[in-house]
C-alpha cells in the first residue's frame, strides 16, 4: 500500500526558529505533494501545492522543497500564529501529522 | 465568501445511522469533486469518501466501503454522507472539502468547520 510518513510527530521550537518538517513518499510521486496546516477546531488550510508552490495569502516565511520521494516543509521564523498541526497528502493518502508547540 | 458548512453530527449507538449534510456557497458547487475526510479523536486527517461534479463517480475508503454513501444535490448546492451500522471507530469530526484535480492527485483549497460525530451507547 502507498504510504506517507512525516517525521517528527512532535516538534517543540521557539518563536524565531527555523523549522523543518519532513515527508516521505513510499513510491516517487514526483513533485505532487500537497501541505496543509490544522488548528483544533478550524478548518485546515491549504499551505502549499505541487510541492513548492505557496497558496495565496499564505506568509512567505512557509516553504516547501522536494521531489521523488523526500520532501520538506520549512518555516523560516516562527510566529505565535503558526503552532498547529501540519499534514503533507498525496492523492488520497495523509502524512500521520507533525505536531508544532511551543517550546 | 467561498463556504463549506456541514451539519448533521450527533451522539448515536453503535450500529444506528445518521446523514451529514455540507452546504457549498460562493462558488459553482457543480463543477467540483467533493470530499468527505475525518479526524478521530487523538488521531490525524483520514480520507472517507469522494464524488464526482456529476454524481456518476464515487469513492470510498476501505473503512466505509459498504456502510457510508455519498452523494450531491446540485441544485441545492449540497454534499451528502450517509453513514450507516456505524462503529465506536467512526468517531470523528467529519470535514468536507472542496477538490482540485490534476494528473494522478489533487489538493483541497476549501475545506468546513466540521461536525462531529460520536458513536458510543
Known amino acids: 500500500d502507498f504510504q506517507m510518513t512525516q517525521s517528527p510527530s512532535t516538534l517543540s521550537a521557539s518563536v524565531g526558529d527555523r523549522v523543518t518538517i519532513t515527508c516521505r513518499a513510499s513510491q516517487s510521486i514526483s513533485t505532487w505533494l500537497v501541505w496543509y496546516q490544522h488548528k483544533p477546531g478550524k478548518a485546515p488550510k491549504l499551505l502549499i501545492t505541487k510541492a513548492s508552490s505557496l497558496e495565496s495569502g499564505v506568509p512567505s516565511r512557509f516553504s516547501g522543497s522536494g521531489s521523488g520521494t523526500e520532501f520538506t516543509l520549512t518555516i523560516s521564523s516562527l510566529q505565535p500564529d503558526d503552532f498547529a498541526t501540519y499534514y503533507c497528502?498525496?492523492?488520497?493518502?495523509f502524512g500521520q501529522g507533525t505536531k508544532l508547540e511551543i517550546k | 465568501e467561498v463556504k463549506l458548512m456541514e451539519s448533521g453530527g450527533t451522539l448515536v449507538q453503535p450500529g444506528g445511522s445518521l446523514r451529514l449534510s455540507c452546504a457549498a456557497s460562493?462558488?459553482?458547487?457543480?463543477?467540483?469533486?467533493m470530499n468527505w475526510v475525518r479526524q478521530a479523536p487523538g488521531r490525524g486527517l483520514e480520507w472517507v469518501s469522494a464524488?464526482?461534479?456529476?454524481?456518476?463517480?464515487?469513492f470510498y475508503a476501505d473503512s466505509v466501503r459498504g456502510r457510508f454513501t455519498i452523494s450531491r444535490d446540485n441544485s441545492k448546492a449540497t454534499l451528502f454522507l450517509q453513514m450507516n451500522t456505524l462503529r465506536a471507530e467512526d468517531t470523528a469530526i467529519y470535514y468536507c472539502?472542496?477538490?482540485?484535480?490534476?494528473?494522478?492527485?489533487?489538493?483541497?483549497?476549501?475545506w468546513g468547520k466540521g461536525t462531529t460525530v460520536t458513536v458510543s451507547s
Open positions: 497528502q498525496y492523492s488520497d493518502t
Open positions: 472539502a472542496r477538490r482540485t484535480d490534476y494528473s494522478s492527485t489533487y489538493h483541497m483549497d476549501v
Open positions: 464524488i464526482d461534479p456529476g454524481a456518476g463517480s464515487t
Open positions: 460562493g462558488f459553482t458547487f457543480y463543477s467540483y469533486n
